[in-house]
């Protein structure tokens, strides 16, 4: 999933998908935490590979994960293109007004702006772009 859009969440916490995700994301999908304070949105399909990986981890490890799967949402868009994302998971995201969504490759990310410009401005400057690029072997 790739590309950057900005929506305003409305007051009853309902958030606008664009239809290029919705389309990727398919008619059921996941909203959870995220890295770095954002949210993940997981089609129905990366989601049950995720679950099925977390089924396999031992106990010990399993248990850094718990929140990923307490604070997750299934979403199901509305006629219009909106899912209702949890008072919980907006307060965690600091997402009040205008939200960020970004294609992440294989999750949508939702993103409070202020959060995410530093984020962006970082990957944008030409020499952590080219360090990055030698550290994945491009």
């Not at 089609?43 to 718990?66: G, I």
């Not at 997402?95 to 530093?118: F, H, M, Q, T, Y």
């Amino acid at each position: 999933m790739i590309g950057q859009y900005r929506h305003n969440i409305d007051a009853k916490g309902r958030l606008f998908i664009p239809a290029k995700f919705r389309e990727e994301l398919g008619e059921t999908f996941y909203v959870t935490i995220g890295l770095d304070g954002c949210l993940s949105v997981y089609s129905d399909a990366k989601w049950a590979v995720l679950t099925e990986k977390f089924d396999a981890l031992p106990s010990v490890q399993a248990r850094k994960m718990r929140a990923l799967f307490a604070n997750a949402a299934k979403c199901e868009p509305d006629a219009q293109g909106r899912i209702l994302i949890p008072a919980k998971l907006r307060t965690y995201a600091a997402l009040d007004k205008e939200v960020v969504i970004n294609g992440a490759s294989k999750c949508v990310e939702l993103w409070n702006p202020e959060r995410w410009a530093p984020i962006e401005d970082a990957g944008l400057d030409p020499e952590n772009l080219a360090a990055a690029m030698e550290e994945l072997g491009i």
